[in-house]
C-alpha cells in the first residue's frame, strides 16, 4: 500500500498521464478516506491499462486533515503516513477535465457537490451506501446498498474480484472503519447489517491475528472526540453548524471537553476574536459535552460576542427556551470578558434540539424587516472550504437566502448522518427517529453525541428481552405492511 502511494504522488506531478481519480465525499469521514484509497488501489492492481494512473484523493485540503482526529489517528496506527495522502487542494480536478485526461469513480456519495457538477460525464462508477440520487447513466457502473459502511461494499468487491490483493495491512483498514460505523457491529444501535457482519468475520477468519473489535473501536471513538491537539480555531470548526441572518452570522460548535476547561485556554479571548474576524462571525455558542466518571454525558453551553447586546440576547433566549427547557444554570467565568457560560441541566437536549430555538430566535428578530429572504442555515465542516460555493445537504436544514450573499471564505458542509446513544423506551425512539432520517435523504456521517443519536450515554447493554423486543416490533410492523397490501 505504501509503494502504491508513494507511485500516486509522484504522478501527481506527471504531465503526460490520464488520471483516474477516485473521490471521497466532502465530510471526509473515515470511511470516505479509506473507500477512496482502497478502490483506487483495487483499481491500479486489476487495471491492464499503462498510461492510465488511478490516484485517491481525499476530498479536502490538507490543512484541514488534522481536524479528523479518528482518520490521523488510524492511518498512523496502519502505517499510512500522512504525507502519502493526496488532498482535494493538491490536484487540479478541473484543469485535468478541460485538458480531456480525467476520469471519475465517487465513493461514500452518489451525487458531485454543485460546484463539481460539471464534471458529471467523466464519472463512469459510483460506490455508495446511501439511496440513490443520481440519474442512471449506461457510461456510469454503480453500486449502492443500504449497509452500515461503505467500506463493506468496498470489501465484497475485493473479496469476489481481487481476493489476492488482501493483505493484514488492508484488512485491518477495512474491519477497523466498519467497526467504527456500524458502533462495534451492535444490533441495538441500529447501524449495522447483515452484510456488515459478514464480511468483518470473513476478513477476521482471514486474518486472526487482527485486534479485538472492541479494542478497534474504543481506540477510534477516543481518537475522534481527542481534541487536545487542535488550536481553538480548529475545535471551533471541527464540529460546526451556521445560522445567518440579516445582522448575526452566529456558529454553533460542538466542544468535545468541559467548558471550563476550554475557555481556560491560553489566549482564548483573542484566539475566539480571531475566529469570528476570519469567518465573518459575530456570535459563538460553543456546545460542549464531556462525561462523568460513570459514562454520563455533561452538557454546557457557553455564548460569546464582543458586542454586548447581541451576546445578552441569544443568552436569554437560551435561558427562557421552553421546547424544550435547557435547564440552564449560570457558570462563573472570570477568563474571557465577553462569554457568558451555563450548565445544562438537560442532558437529553442536544445540538439537534437547540438549533430550532436559536432560527426561531433569528426569524423573530427578522419581523417588521423584508421577508425571510435573508435567513439561512448550513452545515459546516473542516472539510468543506468551497469558497463562493453556498450549497447544504444537511438533514432538516433550510437555505432560504441568495447563495451569492454568503461571506467569501465560508465553509458550506454537505451534511451528515447520525450516531448517538440512549436507554429504554427513550432509546428504542431515537433509533425510529434516526432510522426516518437516514432513509430519506442519506447524508453524509457525522461525529457522534452531537446531533441527540441512540449512543449519547454509551453503547446499550444488549438483554435476551431487548433482542426479543426488537424483533416483536418489526413482526408487528411487517405484519401491518403485509394487511396494507393484501399479502398473506
Do not use: W
Not at 143 to 161: D, N, P, Q
Request: charged content about 25%.
Amino acid at each position: 500500500m505504501e509503494r502504491f502511494l508513494q507511485g500516486c504522488k509522484a504522478v501527481v506531478q506527471s504531465e503526460g498521464l490520464d488520471f483516474h481519480v477516485v473521490l471521497g465525499n466532502e465530510a471526509c469521514d473515515l470511511d470516505s478516506a479509506v473507500s477512496a484509497i482502497t478502490l483506487a488501489y483495487f483499481l491500479a492492481k486489476t487495471s491492464s491499462s499503462k498510461n492510465l494512473a488511478y490516484v485517491p484523493v481525499l476530498n479536502i485540503s490538507r490543512e484541514d486533515f488534522p481536524l479528523r482526529t479518528e482518520s490521523t489517528f488510524f492511518f498512523k496506527e496502519n502505517r499510512i503516513s500522512e504525507e502519502l495522502l493526496i488532498f482535494r487542494d493538491e490536484i487540479d480536478l478541473g484543469g485535468l477535465y478541460e485538458a480531456g485526461r480525467l476520469g471519475l469513480s465517487l465513493v461514500d456519495h452518489n451525487v458531485l457537490s454543485r460546484a463539481d457538477s460539471f464534471m458529471e460525464d467523466v464519472v463512469t462508477e459510483v460506490i455508495d451506501h446511501r439511496a440513490l440520487e443520481r440519474r442512471q447513466s449506461r457510461n456510469c457502473r454503480v453500486t449502492a446498498e443500504l449497509v452500515g459502511s461503505c467500506t463493506t461494499l468496498m470489501t465484497e468487491k475485493i473479496i469476489r474480484e481481487a481476493p489476492h490483493i488482501l493483505d493484514s495491512q488492508l484488512a485491518s483498514m477495512l474491519r477497523g472503519t466498519i467497526v467504527l460505523d456500524c458502533v462495534n457491529m451492535a444490533p441495538a444501535a441500529g447501524k449495522v447489517t447483515p452484510k456488515d457482519t459478514e464480511y468483518v468475520q470473513i476478513l477476521e477468519a482471514k486474518f486472526p491475528d487482527l485486534p479485538p473489535r472492541g479494542t478497534v473501536f474504543d481506540s477510534l471513538q477516543n481518537a475522534k472526540f481527542d481534541v487536545s491537539g487542535l488550536t481553538t480555531d480548529q475545535m471551533l470548526r471541527k464540529d460546526l453548524k451556521v445560522l445567518f441572518s440579516r445582522d448575526i452570522n452566529l456558529a454553533v460548535s460542538a466542544i468535545y471537553m468541559d467548558i471550563e476547561d476550554f475557555l481556560r485556554r491560553t489566549n482564548l479571548e483573542k484566539e475566539l476574536q480571531d475566529f469570528c474576524q476570519r469567518h465573518h462571525y459575530n456570535v459563538v455558542v460553543a456546545m460542549a459535552i464531556a462525561f462523568t466518571s460513570a459514562n454520563e454525558p455533561r452538557r454546557q453551553i457557553a455564548v460569546y460576542s464582543q458586542q454586548e447586546a447581541l451576546r445578552v440576547a441569544v443568552s436569554k433566549v437560551l435561558e427562557e427556551a421552553t421546547t424544550p427547557c435547557l435547564e440552564l444554570s449560570h457558570i462563573s467565568c472570570h477568563y474571557c470578558n465577553h462569554v457568558t457560560a451555563y450548565s445544562q441541566g438537560n442532558t437529553a437536549a442536544s445540538r439537534k434540539k437547540v438549533l430550532p430555538i436559536l432560527k426561531d430566535f433569528l426569524r423573530r428578530r427578522e419581523n417588521g424587516g423584508p421577508p425571510m429572504q435573508s435567513f439561512r442555515e448550513g452545515y459546516y465542516g473542516p472539510s468543506e472550504l468551497t469558497e463562493g460555493n453556498v450549497e447544504d445537504h444537511s438533514e432538516g436544514s433550510e437555505q432560504l437566502g441568495d447563495p451569492e450573499e454568503q461571506p467569501d471564505n465560508v465553509d458550506i458542509f454537505g451534511g451528515d448522518g447520525t450516531k448517538g446513544k440512549g436507554y429504554g423506551s427513550g432509546y428504542r425512539r431515537q433509533i425510529e427517529d434516526g432510522l426516518d432520517e437516514e432513509n430519506s435523504f442519506p447524508p453524509t456521517p457525522m461525529n457522534s453525541l452531537v446531533e441527540g443519536c441512540p449512543l449519547d450515554r454509551g453503547l446499550p447493554k444488549l438483554t435476551a428481552e431487548a433482542i426479543l423486543e426488537r424483533i416483536s416490533r418489526i413482526t408487528v410492523r411487517e405484519s401491518e405492511v403485509n394487511s396494507t397490501t393484501g399479502k398473506q
